[in-house]
C-alpha cells in the first residue's frame, strides 16, 4: 500500500543497500582543509543520503580523498592551493596513507573508493615531496 515513495530512502543504504542499521544521516559539513562543504555543488556529492556504518565512513574518506586530489591538482598546475605550505602537504599525505590502511583493511559492502586511486596519489605526493623539498 505504500509503494512509490519517491527520493526517499532512508530504510536502506543509499551505497551498498544493505537493510541492515543503523544507518546515518550524513551531512558533509567540513572538507578536509576545514572549508564550508557545499553539498549542493553538482561536482561534488549531491543531496544528503543515508548510508550504513562502513558506506558513511567510506564516503568520509571519498570526500577527503576528493578535496586532497583536487588541490594537489592545482598544486601540480602552479595555481594557488591549500597544499602549497609544507605542513599541509605533510598533513595530507599522511591522511592519504591513513585512508589507503583503512581501504586496506576493511572489506566494505560497496566499494566507493579504489584503494588504487588512493595509491597512485600517495606516489605523486612522495615524488613531489622528494623534488620541492629537502626537509628531513
Ligand atoms: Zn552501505
Excluded at 549542493?40 to 580523498?65: A, G, I, T, V, Y
Excluded at 586511486?117 to 613531489?128: E, K, M, P, S
Aim: charge should be neutral; hydrophobic fraction near 35%.
Amino acid at each position: 500500500m505504500t509503494d512509490g515513495q519517491a527520493g526517499f530512502s532512508a530504510g536502506r543504504c543509499d551505497a551498498c543497500s544493505t537493510e541492515r542499521g543503523p544507518l546515518m544521516k550524513l551531512s558533509l559539513g567540513k572538507d578536509f582543509f576545514g572549508r564550508a562543504y557545499d553539498r549542493l555543488s553538482p561536482s561534488s556529492d549531491q543531496s544528503p543520503k543515508w548510508f550504513c556504518e562502513s558506506c558513511s565512513m567510506q564516503k568520509n574518506l571519498q570526500r577527503d580523498f576528493r578535496d586532497i586530489r583536487a588541490e594537489f591538482e592545482k598544486l601540480s598546475a602552479g595555481q594557488l592551493s591549500e597544499l602549497r605550505g609544507a605542513d599541509q602537504l605533510q598533513r595530507a599525505h599522511l591522511r592519504l596513507r591513513e585512508i589507503a590502511t583503512i581501504l586496506d583493511g576493511n572489506m566494505f559492502g560497496a566499494r566507493l573508493l579504489d584503494p588504487a586511486d588512493v595509491h597512485a596519489l600517495i606516489g605523486r605526493f612522495q615524488a613531489q615531496a622528494g623534488s620541492s623539498s629537502a626537509v628531513g
